[in-house]
């Protein structure tokens, strides 16, 4: 059975998590892959600078909700499972959801680590403007 998650809610995590991590790398470059898998050229920005305030749908809001907890390694409890469970994700999903922000928990701080800038293009990709030239 394949989980529910699209690529790009895979890539709205990792950008929700990357911005919690404070990694500008991993934010720009997801959040470029995010616009291009969701034809939403606005939402991966919103989530990078205040998820809360982004303007997401239940599912989505419920998927970082959990998303979140995992990353900042909250004790995990079934109301969690049932959150994500409201909106359709069962416990596969709740699996991958929490694998994408621990693996990102830990790839943030290498990219710190390292002070990884992203290449330029990602900052126009899905945007609908062509990349800068050098």
């Known amino acids: 059975m394949r989980g529910q998650l699209s690529k790009a809610d895979k890539e709205l995590i990792i950008?929700?998590?990357s911005a919690a991590n404070r990694c500008p790398y991993c934010v720009i470059a997801h959040g470029a892959l995010h616009r291009i898998y969701s034809k939403q050229p606005e939402l991966?920005?919103?989530v990078a600078v205040n998820w809360e305030l982004a303007e997401l749908g239940a599912r989505e809001r419920a998927m970082l909700e959990f998303a979140l907890?995992?990353?900042r390694a909250d004790s995990i409890t079934e109301q969690h499972f049932a959150r994500l469970a409201?909106?359709?994700?069962?416990?596969?999903?709740?699996w991958d959801i929490g694998a994408i922000a621990a693996f990102f928990a830990m790839a943030n701080r290498?990219?710190?680590?390292?002070a990884l800038r992203p290449n330029a293009e990602f900052h126009t990709l899905g945007r609908g403007r062509a990349a800068p030239t050098t």
Do not use: K, P, S, Y
């Open 44 to 46: 991966a920005d919103q």
């Open 69 to 71: 907890a995992v990353c």
């Open 15 to 17: 950008v929700a998590t």
């Open 110 to 114: 290498l990219a710190r680590c390292l």
């Open 86 to 94: 409201a909106h359709g994700f069962d416990r596969e999903d709740a």
